[in-house]
């Protein structure tokens, strides 16, 4: 099984301090399979914020973006073809907000909907230790944080790990 993914975006700043937009992504399956991509900014986001802050926490640099990113069209069409039908999760709703500025810069709309992982996981009815134990097990096997990268597989770990025990929460 491949489905489902996990998707994880970095942005220029977080929008409390300021009008921010993507600049790398990452979409990771439950396989192990995963794909990341450096966003080169559009002209539509020339006079929006950066934030020193940000760029010291995700280690990515405006030049960098200018050097190695991708343009936004091609970007969306690449994880489209990798999403394929999987259904894609989040663990925050920051996350389908950078999908739609990605979307709107490329005047289209966002070809997926992003889901909470907090629903996936309650549907399934895993215990709150379940949980704590899964992202224990993550955590170790993926503990670089803020790289969407490494973000969006550390869930997919999570979540296969959640996959192969029989939830607790629900009764049957």
Not at 27 to 44: E, H, K, M, N, V
Not at 86 to 99: F, G, K, N, S, T
Not at 128 to 145: D, G, H, I, M, W
Request: with cysteine; glycine share 4%; net charge negative.
């Amino acid at each position: 099984m491949s489905c489902p993914a996990l998707i994880d975006f970095e942005a220029s700043c977080l929008p409390e301090y300021g009008q921010s937009f993507p600049i790398e992504v990452a979409i990771a399956r439950i396989d192990g399979s995963s794909r990341a991509w450096l966003i080169r900014p559009s002209p539509a986001w020339r006079y929006w914020d950066w934030s020193d802050e940000a760029e010291a926490l995700h280690g990515i640099s405006r030049e960098l973006l200018a050097d190695k990113g991708q343009p936004p069209e091609l970007v969306l069409d690449e994880m489209i073809a990798f999403t394929q039908d999987c259904d894609l999760y989040a663990d925050a709703d920051l996350d389908e907000y950078w999908l739609e500025v990605l979307c709107h810069a490329v005047k289209r709309p966002p070809p997926f909907p992003i889901r909470y992982l907090g629903e996936f996981i309650g549907r399934r009815g895993y215990t709150r230790p379940q949980v704590v134990s899964a992202l224990e097990e993550a955590k170790r096997r993926a503990p670089k944080e803020h790289l969407a990268r490494e973000d969006a597989k550390r869930l997919a770990i999570m979540v296969k790990y959640l996959l192969d025990q029989p939830p607790q929460g629900l009764s049957r």
